[in-house]
């Protein structure tokens, strides 16, 4: 899929009030605009209780529409209820092409592998805490933490220095295999495909987590893998090829 086709992506964004904070409104859906148009906004929530007013004049500035449920039981989410149902209803109109998930709660992990069993997109938004099971059933997922820099003039993430990313046995594995997976014969690989292995892999990968705006910083970073910039034949457009250091073999 091409970027100006994801662009176009109709986006259903349904935000649980409960477990998400109004601060970082404005940030979650720049994040959003990345991946499609949001067609669809609801934030479901109890709106007759204080600990949500601080979501009203954030919902009317960005015409984001409040479904209001009332909480019948002490303990019970009425609300998680009220947003899987209304997302089933949203699937099945046929009208489309993904859905933002935004909490922190496990109870969407079906909701979220419910949405791609039917060949949509599904992306997550939460804080670092959010369990893993609704993690990994999204396609990908930011952790809101990385999006709170965007209202402020310091990184979300302090950046990380090459001996701390070497020393992140995950993260080094993570790149190396997708470096692997995505090379030619002499260990080059295109960074694009290096990026969309690792979404495979791991949906909450974000070079924002470790303090870096784009992949390729975050690549070069640790001085595992050499660097290659290619022109094309047009002179006007280049591409990022990485190989990994370990490799004996010539370009």
């Known amino acids: 899929m091409t970027s100006t086709e994801t662009s176009q992506n109709r ?94 709660d496990s109870d969407f992990t079906r909701l979220a592998s419910r949405i791609r069993e039917e060949g949509l997109l599904v992306y997550g938004f939460g804080e670092k805490k959010t369990p893993k099971a609704f993690v990994s059933a999204c396609d990908k997922f930011i952790f809101t933490e990385v999006l709170r820099f965007q209202e402020s003039a310091e990184p979300a993430v302090k950046r990380k220095i090459a001996n701390e990313l070497k020393g992140d046995a995950k993260l080094v594995v993570l790149l190396r295999n997708a470096v692997e997976a995505a090379s030619d014969e002499s260990g080059w690989a295109h960074l694009g495909a290096v990026g969309s292995n690792i979404a495979k892999q791991a949906p909450e990968f974000d070079p924002r987590n470790y303090g870096f705006s784009k992949l390729g910083e975050l690549v070069a970073a640790p001085k595992l893998f050499d660097m290659d910039e290619r022109i094309h034949g047009d002179g006007r457009s280049r591409s990022i090829y990485i190989r990994d250091k370990r490799k004996k073999v010539g370009k």
């Open 11 to 104: 986006l259903a964004v349904l935000i649980d009030a409960d477990n998400a904070q109004p601060s970082i409104t404005e940030a979650l859906l720049s994040e959003v605009a990345k991946y499609g148009v949001a067609s669809v906004k609801r934030i479901y929530g109890d709106w007759t209780t204080p600990t949500l007013s601080g979501w009203k004049s954030v919902l009317l500035e960005h015409s984001i529409h409040p479904v209001q449920q009332f909480r019948y039981t002490v303990g019970k989410s009425a609300t998680d209820s009220a947003m899987i149902i209304d997302a089933m209803d949203l699937l099945f109109t046929r009208r489309f092409d993904g859905f933002c998930l935004v909490s922190s």
